[in-house]
């Protein structure tokens, strides 16, 4: 809509468009097709003098501000003064101007009668800042728009504290002001505004219609700031606010943990954790974790036992993201797995959320587990589409670790072929080298130096490479 409203103003005016410099360039070159078709002044002619040009700028300035109606008016009457002046070529410029302001205004799209003259104010909170935008609008024409950025606010309502601040002592208010959500005391302060203003001043929350459109658009102009500033798209922050609002939490969830238990019949049971900083992966923070206490399969007790390990490094000054306390929980399971860990997480962190992610029978994500029961998200689109990202990636980390461990343990195995390697010094050889390809690099003095024989690293290697040094590979 701004760029509209500048599109318009430069054809009113005939406003210079082109990348000329001025003086600079006065004269310097023929007319481009613009000033042909009476669509710019052509001042790269320097026929203009810096007075004419002013006027012409702060009746631009004035238009944008006050709208079409205020602009003709006071145009119609210096060309009435023109004229009796008998200056007919700037009364000519000035009737020229009113009709095409006129015809201007006729061809706008004005928005909903009952907000010609209102702000629209709307609120979007980052990691450690917050953004109130306020949209004006005058005459239906969105004349300015102001961003006010605030840092280290522990306000639980900003926009309480901001509203009568901003509009203290000040005599432009509008008729109505939109706002994105209640406020306490609204009517008290609509009689204090009004009585400022002299005549009514309305506060409003829509809920539908133009005014709701006006107030999403005040917000997103808001979450596009907070965007910026920190380096974040808007989708992400708006999904992450509206999947607190779903959740019910009194904070945004900025800060996300997800976990989900992999294991194959048993065996190289795992847990992956992934984490998600305002709506986006924040992959140096992901962790592994093997399951140590549980010798059978019971996701349950994998997920108790996990949970309480992560836990219990919260504060860990050696290690920034565990020692970090997350917002949100999220684990990869239903109501079932979110009873079994809420124990664990009320007696260590209390303050965190905890809630499952259910899929339905294809996989993909379907709802919210409570303690009791489920919520649907499928009628939010960002907080449903943060979800399922949440989860198809906290699935894939964890199955990738444990196809990893389980090749590990396999090849381990394979080990224990060879004279004098039993599980335990397999298992040794493999904590050493880290993968199967750095064992099959390694010559004989490494595999010595890792704590074996060294007539038994020479059957290793042997059994690695054949007599001829041939066989061998990776996998």
Do not use: W
């Not at 000033?35 to 203009?48: E, P, W």
């Not at 050696?318 to 970090?324: L, M, Q, V």
């Not at 998200?377 to 389980?406: C, N, P, W």
Request: charged share 30%.
């Amino acid at each position: 809509m701004t760029r509209s409203t500048v599109e318009e103003v430069n054809a009113v005016f005939r406003l210079p468009t082109c990348k000329k410099r001025f003086p600079e360039q006065f004269g310097k070159a023929r007319p481009c097709l613009n000033y042909h078709i009476h669509r710019c002044m052509g001042l790269c002619q320097g026929r203009i003098s810096e007075d004419e040009y002013r006027e012409i700028i702060d009746q631009a300035v004035a238009y944008i501000r006050s709208g079409a109606t205020a602009s003709v008016e006071r145009m119609q009457k210096e060309m009435e003064d023109a004229a009796e002046a008998l200056d007919f070529e700037r009364a000519a410029i000035l009737r020229d101007r009113i009709r095409a302001i006129t015809k201007a205004a006729e061809s706008q799209k004005i928005i909903d009668n009952r907000f010609r003259d209102a702000d629209v104010i709307g609120m979007a909170a980052g990691a450690d800042d917050l953004c109130i935008s306020v949209l004006m609008y005058r005459e239906g024409r969105l004349y300015d728009k102001v961003n006010y950025h605030f840092e280290d606010q522990a306000d639980e309502s900003p926009l309480e504290a901001f509203v009568p601040m901003f509009y203290h002592g000040r005599t432009d208010l509008p008729h109505t002001i939109l706002l994105e959500t209640p406020i306490a005391e609204m009517d008290m302060l609509a009689d204090m505004l009004s009585a400022q203003a002299g005549r009514r001043v309305k506060l409003t929350v829509p809920q539908r219609g133009a005014g709701a459109e006006l107030t999403r658009m005040a917000k997103e102009n808001a979450v596009e700031y907070i965007a910026v500033h920190e380096d974040r798209t808007g989708r992400e922050l708006l999904a992450v606010e509206a999947l607190g609002k779903v959740l019910g939490m009194d904070k945004l969830p900025q800060y996300i943990e997800s976990y989900d238990i992999s294991n194959l019949a048993s065996e190289s049971m795992v847990a992956g954790m992934v984490v998600f900083e305002n709506g986006r992966p924040l992959k140096r923070a992901y962790k592994r974790f093997s399951i140590k206490e549980q010798a059978g399969q019971d996701d349950y007790a994998c997920m108790q036992e996990v949970i309480r390990r992560r836990l219990s490094h919260l504060g860990d000054p050696d290690d920034p993201y565990f020692a970090r306390e997350p917002d949100l929980i999220l684990l990869d399971g239903g109501k079932g797995h979110v009873n079994a860990v809420r124990p664990i997480v009320e007696a260590m962190a209390p303050n965190i959320a905890l809630f499952g992610m259910v899929k339905d029978s294809k996989h993909r994500t379907r709802a919210i587990a409570t303690g009791g029961g489920e919520i649907s998200v499928s009628g939010t689109q960002s907080a449903f589409q943060l979800l399922t990202r949440i989860q198809d990636e906290v699935h894939r980390y964890s199955v990738a670790f444990m196809h990893k461990k389980h090749k590990k343990r396999t090849f381990a195995s394979e080990l224990t072929q060879v004279e004098g390697i039993g599980e335990k010094l397999a298992q040794k050889l493999m904590v050493h080298f880290k993968t199967k390809d750095a064992i099959y690099a390694a010559d004989l003095a490494a595999l010595h130096a890792a704590g074996i024989s060294e007539a038994t690293a020479a059957r290793l290697y042997t059994f690695l490479h054949g007599e001829e040094g041939t066989q061998g590979g990776t996998s």
